[in-house]
Nanobody
């Protein structure tokens, strides 16, 4: 059974940084895409960033490109999201997700497994 456990959320001032971690277990993830999504109350879950383990391609939403960096440690089955220059509009619950065949890393509905989420709050 695949499990994803996020950590690293918290409260930070605007302009600050946080690093989220997502520890994956229960499968061999070499063909997977790993994604980060975020959601605020009343809105749909939105794509933030994704990483394909095979080949290492990365993808970012325009709103976070140049501020966020997704990376992975295959030995630890862990994916990270380094978030710099945080803005109040980055406030959300951040979710880690895993997609088995890695075909559609930008689409939330393509993902097969989700973590429980971690709250990120950016104060102005």
């Amino acid at each position: 059974q695949v499990q994803l456990v996020e950590s690293g959320g918290g409260l930070v001032q605007a302009g600050g940084s946080l690093r989220l971690s997502c520890a994956a277990s229960g499968s061999t993830f070499s063909s997977y895409s790993m994604g980060w999504f975020r959601q605020v109350p009343g809105k749909e879950r939105e794509f933030v960033a994704a990483l394909r383990w095979s080949g290492g391609s990365t993808y970012y939403d325009r709103a976070v490109k140049d501020r966020f960096t997704i990376s992975g440690d295959s030995a630890k089955n862990t994916v990270y999201l380094q978030m710099n220059s945080l803005k109040p509009e980055d406030t959300a619950v951040y979710y880690c997700a895993a997609e088995r065949d890695g075909s559609y890393p930008l689409l939330a509905h393509a993902y097969d497994y989700w973590g429980q989420g971690t709250q990120v709050t950016v104060s102005s």
